[in-house]
């Protein structure tokens, strides 16, 4: 089937490019509805206390200012912002609209509404709040030794989880390494900051317009808080300038619906950088522990782990992020035992929750970083030492039980150390002056969806339209990786047609089938097998009525071109607009189908990256100078977004090994306030980024493709910390890398804590 | 106060507040929702627009700044609905992931270009440094200026051709077609016969009804 594809493969952009380069594209933030009022959010300044008085006077008495919602005049109902359908229930219900026991610098306290965004901004600096302040719990530390300040009644430990897999073999003579490694909290960056815009109608509905990565969850969260039923809150998903997980939970949709049904009038909530910053969600802090057990000649017989995770001041997805960090090294090694424990720990900070990677980048950094130290002890090549335990095609995940599928980790380790000439490149002697280069290596894993720990499914239709062309109903969440376009080429392939003779638009849950949404990698894998699907029945009809008008049997039959064709005659063919013309005066059944696709896998998605940094020991400001990307993706569906989807993920870890992080200081304040002080590699800091991609169809996903965009950022950061070490012979493990951990550990080699630290 | 600007070629007198930002004058009363706001300190370059042939930062830049200049905004590069060729490449080079970042991207490249239309790699780097992407590491960015100034580039996206070259148009051969057309003007015909008889039994004239 896959020998000879005509579309799959080839490069397409996004669907929306032309409105993209001509600033045509209505994006979520230039949205604006006829009479909208504009909302400003007043958000906590101090870490943990109780509201005790909130002066709303001034505020109200400014020209324009409709009303100040505040913790004392809004619903106290709870809500979970991290939901995927109703009947799931991982994470608690531990948010209000507006807080009065506020739990960090930024939890939301109060929100103007006014008829003009400048109004909004001005009134929200007249609102006077009075807190009672409560001692903050900053650290993970501090929250797990506090027994009698709790930031949620029902205890500072959001959740635990524990997985002990496997039997521990006999361990004598064995070559324990122990090490930590710590990552930060990270902004996600998305340029578009979170916007939502709700219209609350006089039938007592309500439109959203939000740029979120799931419609149908965003309508489970405000329907259930707002007590509305399902089919009069419509939720219609807008152009997005980015999300890499920032937009996945429902923060700012319930408190903007919310205002919009108690002002009975359109409502628009558009935040600052400082605000999405600090006030959203963030990449949660991590801390891991590892001790492995090996034979001197370097097979892992035995992987203990402890992760602690900083969830912030509410759990949102954390429970589901710890549980999730215990799942990625099985993918990638096989080890006898596995053992992991971890926590997601509430603590007086900003939110942690979705992001890129769903704790497998933070878990490749722990492993990878721990892998390098065990090659170092055993004095064996880094490249060596994974190749002696990396898993194999078809091999188990010893952990979730579940197969790996056609895993080819292996393959593009030992391609990629081909492609960076990894030998030459590791025996070149680091140099002992100013500047320093190293090579570091790092493995990766990732799923294909939920398949496993939850109902995987998607639904869609396809039907042909009058004049031969084809249009794809689905809910799609294009978020700028090119999914619709991802659809779309899945579909030409299957009908013969070109792309372009295919409409596909995005979810709005008054008018698109149930899905869940762009997440959990599991896009390319699940729906696109269903658009696979979808497109199969319809070609089933076209062949149908086809072989009914040339007296032929449908085997004979195929489509290409536009046309069913005769297998054995070249001349015959009936284009689809023909075929389309016969549904007109209904002598054939409609050319339209609709499919629901359950998954029945869950392979792993593997990238292997080298990297090649220079490090200027005078001012610990390292470079990253060379570095290639391998990539098990199945198969590529749109070779050139893969492989700009690899270039940007590379420098979104690059971020993440040397620069980013969004800490509190003391008082529980983010020293970080925006872009000029939060730092994103821009273009002359970016190296080129060389992707090679591995191919082949063994896995259920179509035409044998596996998830792309989370994967291609998880093993970057570890890469690059592991080249660091390789150039100063260090051992640093706490990330990102600036120049001050750097030029610490030049003059002061850090010293390896025990396991039991975490 | 009243100022007035030309924005991509034409005169517009609006009225604004001494203190507006040139990107609100843009965004808010002339409707120009292309030049987006990312960072709002002149950080991240979503914003960038061309001033008198530089590109500025509009969200750090005073409307009353602008009185009397020439500004282009990115919906000022296409010629009436011909893309510039720097649009041209940004599409066929896979420079376009969200796209946030995309109109500041072009205005200063296309800065640059009017300043130095030959680059060299590191020319267009540094002209794009303050220019945020968060999406393509740079690499189909700095390709498409590249093409756009007229070197070689090695494209992260290389369009299989023209859509519509692609797109062939499929054509019924003409001993199926005379089937389709006989079947067709039968049916019409049978239609419109029914249609006589028995308006409402439309329904079931297909084999299978119309599912």
């Known amino acids: ?758 | 106060m009243q100022l007035l600007l030309t924005v991509n070629g034409m005169a517009h007198e609006v009225e604004a507040h001494p203190t507006a930002r040139l990107l609100d004058v843009l965004r808010d009363q002339l409707g120009l929702t292309g030049t987006k706001e990312g960072c709002a300190e002149g950080e991240c370059g979503a914003c960038t627009v061309i001033v008198d042939g530089r590109a500025v930062n509009s969200c750090v830049m005073l409307a009353v700044q602008a009185r009397g200049k020439k500004i282009v905004t990115v919906e000022g590069l296409a010629d009436d609905g011909e893309l510039d060729l720097l649009q041209r490449k940004f599409v066929e080079y896979g420079a376009v992931q969200c796209g946030y970042c995309t109109p500041g991207m072009l205005m200063s490249a296309k800065a640059l270009l009017l300043a130095n239309p030959v680059p060299s790699e590191q020319d267009i780097r540094i002209a794009l440094a303050g220019n945020l992407c968060r999406c393509t590491g740079y690499t189909a960015i700095v390709a498409a200026v590249k093409a756009a100034s007229g070197q070689d580039a090695t494209p992260a996206i290389v369009l299989p051709g023209e859509a519509d070259e692609l797109a062939v148009e499929a054509s019924t051969d003409p001993e199926t077609l005379a089937v389709v057309d006989e079947v067709v003007e039968a049916a019409t015909a049978e239609l419109a016969e029914r249609g006589a008889q028995a308006p409402d039994d439309l329904s079931s004239a297909g084999p299978e009804g119309g599912e």
């Open chain 1, 1 to 758: 089937m896959t020998d000879n594809l005509q579309y799959v493969g080839g490069s397409y952009p996004v669907h929306d490019v032309a409105q993209k380069v001509t600033g045509e594209l209505v994006y979520g933030s230039d949205f604006s509805v006829p009479g909208m009022l504009h909302a400003k959010l007043i958000l906590s300044a101090i870490p943990h206390g109780i509201v005790k008085r909130i002066d709303a006077s001034r505020a109200e008495a400014l020209p324009g200012v409709v009303k100040v919602f505040t913790c004392f005049n809004s619903p106290m109902d709870r809500f979970c912002r991290a939901r995927i359908h109703p009947g799931q229930d991982l994470s608690p219900h531990d948010e209000t609209l507006f807080s009065e026991h506020v739990r960090f610098v930024g939890d939301r306290v109060a929100a103007v509404v006014a008829t003009t965004m400048a109004t909004a901004q001005a009134a929200a600096a007249l609102v006077e709040v009075d807190y009672e302040e409560l001692p903050p719990l900053l650290t993970v530390d501090d929250a797990l030794a506090s027994d009698d300040i709790l930031v949620h009644s029902t205890g500072n430990v959001a959740y635990e989880h524990e997985v002990d897999k496997g039997e521990r073999p006999d361990l004598e003579g064995a070559v324990i390494v122990s090490s930590a490694t710590s990552t930060p909290r990270v902004h996600h960056a998305a340029l578009e900051p979170h916007v939502c815009i709700a219209q609350g109608h006089s039938t007592g509905g309500m439109t959203v317009w939000t740029t979120s990565q799931g419609v149908y969850a965003a309508r489970t969260v405000i329907a259930e808080l707002l007590h509305m039923e399902y089919h009069r809150v419509r939720v219609i998903k807008v152009p997005m300038g980015g999300s890499f997980g920032g937009k996945t939970e429902y923060i700012i949709e319930p408190v903007v619906a919310f205002l919009a049904r108690e002002t009975h009038r359109a409502v628009k909530l558009l935040l600052d950088r400082e605000e999405c910053m600090i006030a959203t969600m963030a990449r949660p802090a991590t801390r891991t522990s590892i001790r492995t057990a090996c034979t001197p000649d370097g097979e892992l017989l035995d992987f203990e782990a402890a992760t602690t995770l900083d969830a912030g001041a509410y759990a949102s997805s954390t429970p589901d992020y710890s549980i999730h960090m215990c799942k990625k090294v099985t993918k990638v090694y096989r080890v006898p035992h596995y053992q992991h424990r971890s926590r997601a720990v509430l603590t007086n900070t900003p939110v942690g929750g979705a992001a890129r990677g769903w704790g497998a980048p933070e878990m490749a950094a722990a492993t990878e970083i721990h892998m390098d130290r065990v090659a170092a002890a055993l004095r064996l090549d880094p490249v060596e030492l994974r190749l002696k335990n990396m898993v194999e095609p078809f091999d188990t995940d010893l952990v979730t039980g579940l197969p790996l599928g056609d895993a080819r980790v292996r393959e593009c380790l030992e391609r990629g150390a081909v492609a960076f000439d990894w030998a030459a490149r590791r025996a070149r002697p680091a140099g002992r002056g100013r500047f320093r280069r190293g090579v570091g290596v790092a493995a990766g894993a990732h799923k294909n969806g939920m398949f496993g720990a939850f109902p995987e499914a998607s639904n869609m239709s396809l039907k042909m339209n009058e004049d031969g062309t084809f249009e794809l109903n689905a809910s799609l969440h294009e978020v700028g990786c090119g999914i619709v376009t991802t659809m779309k080429v899945i579909v030409a392939e299957v009908l013969g047609v070109h792309p372009d003779r295919i409409a596909a638009g995005e979810a709005d849950t008054a008018t698109t089938p149930f899905d869940y949404g762009t997440y959990g990698s599991r896009v390319t894998y699940v729906v696109g097998a269903c658009a696979r699907a979808t497109a199969e029945k319809v070609k089933q009809r076209l062949l149908a009525a086809a072989a009914d008008l040339l007296k032929e049997s449908v085997t004979h039959l195929y489509v290409r071109d536009g046309a069913v064709r005769l297998r054995h005659d070249d001349e015959r063919a009936i284009a689809y607009r023909d075929i389309a013309r016969l549904g007109e005066m209904r002598h054939v059944p409609s050319i339209a189908a609709s499919v629901s696709y359950f998954a029945v896998s869950n392979p792993a998605s593997y990238s292997v990256q080298f990297a090649e940094v220079e490090v200027d020991c005078a001012t610990g400001l390292t470079a990253v100078t060379d570095f290639l990307a391998v990539a098990d993706v199945g198969r590529a569906i749109n070779r050139g977004m893969v492989e700009a989807q690899y270039q940007g993920a590379v420098q979104m870890g690059i971020g993440y090994a040397l620069y980013e992080h969004l800490d509190v200081d003391e008082r529980g304040r983010s020293g970080i306030d925006g872009f000029k002080n939060y730092h994103i590699v821009n273009a002359p800091d970016m190296p080129d980024v060389q992707v090679l991609l591995v191919e082949h169809e063994g896995d259920d996903g179509p035409f044998g493709a596996k998830s792309v965009g989370e994967i291609a950022t998880v093993p970057t950061g570890p890469a690059i910390v592991n080249a660091v070490n390789n150039a100063l012979g260090t051992e640093l493990s706490d990330l990102p890398l600036v120049p001050e951990r750097i030029i610490a550990a030049l003059h002061e080699p850090e010293e390896v804590p025990a396991c039991s630290s975490c």
